[in-house]
């Protein structure tokens, strides 16, 4: 699955359900991503997100947010 500029996914991670969120940057290989979405996520400790956050996806095949180096998942959006 390539995620793309423009694209709109779904993002879950740390028991939180899914937020909606655009894909706002994406390199060519799809795998750094800066997302956009309304209001904030993950504000436990160590840092949370408010309107954007960089996302990168590892060898393994796990997303990551930046910030606390945690996995997230990441899916494309069906609308």
């Known amino acids: 699955m390539t995620i793309r ?3 709109d996914v779904l993002v879950s991670a740390h028991g939180q ?3 909606p969120a655009r894909v706002v940057l994406a390199s ?3 795998r750094s991503l800066m997302l956009e979405f309304p209001g904030g996520l993950f504000r436990v400790a160590g ?3 408010i309107g ?3 996302v990168l996806l590892g ?3 796990r997303w990551i947010e930046l ?3 945690r996995e997230i998942i990441v899916s494309k959006s069906s609308g």
């Open 5 to 7: 500029t423009g694209d």
């Open 17 to 19: 359900t899914e937020v």
């Open 28 to 30: 060519q290989n799809g």
């Open 47 to 49: 840092g949370g997100y």
């Open 52 to 54: 954007y956050m960089p």
């Open 59 to 61: 060898d393994d095949g």
């Open 67 to 69: 910030i606390n180096q």
